[in-house]
């Protein structure tokens, strides 16, 4: 079964700074890889996804992740926070199996922005 | 276009009971997944649902089951709740079973006391 490791339960940055998630993830095919946003009492909101078109994946609100097959890794990167981006971030990996096509999630990381 | 849409936003449960939760996909999706979240974690995959069958199943007990209708919305359906079904309950629809991404619903949040 693929898994996703997610390092760092919370991660505090000053509003400007550069945003840094890490998500490390096992999988012995090409994965597809998300990342998702969840704002407090929200559901999950899609910020990107990787499919093996490039490495390199642009998504919603200047978030951009690289894919790193040697280093099985997927981290989420914005260049300067914003105070709106204070929220739980969710790295995923698709999965499909004997319990059909399913998201495997990390356990998440919490971002706070302070001023 | 209409997103995916959750019904109840809310919902308190006696130990014992049995729940309903509901879900619209969103426009021109055919595919349902249900995720539990419990507080402080990631969502777990409970099962799928594809053409009104079920289209796999995550570790969770015979008690969790579901439906899917015609217009592709869906249920889930706990029997016998427990103190550990305390969570928020997230519907996600997709074009198509697959590596597709999946459009989450704002979830029913769960309370059994």
């Known amino acids: 079964a693929q898994s996703v490791t997610q390092l760092g339960s919370h991660v505090s940055v000053s509003e400007g700074a550069l945003v840094l998630l890490r998500c490390n993830y096992s999988s012995s095919v090409p994965p597809y890889l998300f990342w998702y946003v969840q704002y407090p009492n929200q559901g999950l909101q899609l910020l990107l996804k990787y499919t093996s078109a490039a490495t390199l994946v642009k998504g919603i609100n200047g978030f951009e992740a690289e894919f790193k097959k040697s280093e099985t890794s997927f981290h989420l990167t914005k260049p300067s926070a914003h105070m709106s981006d204070a929220a739980e971030y969710f790295c995923?990996?698709?999965?499909?199996?004997?319990?059909?096509?399913?998201?495997?999630f990390g356990g998440g990381t919490r971002v706070l922005v302070k001023p | 276009e209409t997103g995916v849409t959750q019904s109840p936003t809310h919902l308190i449960k006696t130990r014992g009971q049995q729940v309903t939760l509901r879900c619209s996909s969103q426009?021109?999706?055919?595919?349902v997944s249900w995720y539990q979240q419990a507080l402080g974690q990631g969502p777990q995959f409970i099962f799928q649902?594809?053409?009104?069958?079920?289209?796999g199943r995550g570790n969770f007990p015979p008690r969790f089951s579901g439906l899917q209708f015609p217009n592709y919305s869906s249920e889930l359906n706990v029997n016998a709740l427990e103190l550990d079904d305390s969570a928020l309950y997230l519907c996600a629809s997709s074009l198509r079973p697959g590596p597709y991404e999946q459009y989450f619903g704002p979830g029913t949040r769960l309370t059994v006391t």
């Open positions: 649902y594809y053409r009104e069958e079920e289209n």
């Open positions: 426009s021109g999706h055919n595919t």
């Open positions: 995923a990996v698709s999965e499909t199996g004997a319990a059909g096509n399913k998201l495997t």
